[in-house]
């Protein structure tokens, strides 16, 4: 059984471009969520998503979407990057209340 | 608001040795706390979850404890290893409708040989 992948692993990106970042849900599990983590910090909650609907959002500007296709996959997008956004970007699936960590992104802002 | 706070932020400690973890949480109307592993730059492994309505949990060499009264759980190794150096963070859920894991900012701990 797969766990949750991430894709891509890496991204360099300039101040003002866009990114999109991909998910693929652990098998069965129908929510995902994004999580922010910068350097020496934990992760931040950015938002969760549930039958393809937005669930929840912490506290994260209208910059980052997202979006819940019907196989579960998900996608975070971030527009008019900005330095401070350089951080390692967490998906992670859940089913009965655990929840399932991938790899994760590394986004660098130059 | 919920807030995690995990003490203490690092940790050395010889080969062999027995050690705690502590973390705490502001809001004890917890659904469950779960305690990961994070190596450098990687992701999260899941180690342990307790629910609400349990004291403690274990799996090999790791124990975890709840007092939901107090705000605080604490993850116990027995008999570390150099395998064990990594960050281990703390998170909690505040109830079981998709909310958003919040997190505490980690113990980093080195196991020297």
């Known amino acids: 059984d797969a766990g949750v992948t991430q894709s891509p692993t890496h991204l360099i990106k300039t101040r003002g471009q866009q990114v999109t970042l991909r998910c693929s849900p652990k098998s069965g599990h129908d929510t995902v969520s994004w999580y922010q983590q910068a350097l020496g910090q934990g992760p931040q909650f950015i938002f969760q998503?549930?039958?393809?609907?937005?669930?929840q959002r912490g506290n994260f500007p209208d910059r980052f979407s997202g979006h819940q296709f019907p196989n579960y996959s998900s996608e975070l997008n971030v527009n008019a990057l900005l330095l401070g956004d350089s951080a390692l970007y967490l998906c992670?699936?859940?089913?009965?209340?655990?929840?399932?960590f991938g790899p994760g992104t590394r986004l660098t802002v130059t | 608001k919920q807030e995690v706070t995990q003490i203490p932020a690092a940790l050395s400690v010889p080969e062999g040795e027995n050690l705690v973890l502590n973390c705490s949480f502001t809001d004890s109307a917890i659904y469950n706390l779960q305690w990961f592993r994070q190596d450098p730059g990687k992701g999260l492994t899941s180690l342990l979850l307790i629910q609400s309505s349990q004291r403690e949990q274990t799996s090999g060499r790791l124990n975890a404890s709840l007092d939901k009264s107090s705000g605080r759980s604490t993850l116990y190794i027995a008999a570390s290893q150099p395998g064990d150096s990594a960050t281990y963070l703390c998170a909690v859920k505040s109830n079981q409708a998709g909310t958003a894991l919040i997190f505490g900012k980690g113990t980093t701990l080195s196991v020297s040989s």
């Open positions: 998503y549930y039958e393809e609907e937005e669930r």
């Open positions: 992670a699936s859940s089913l009965g209340g655990r929840s399932y």
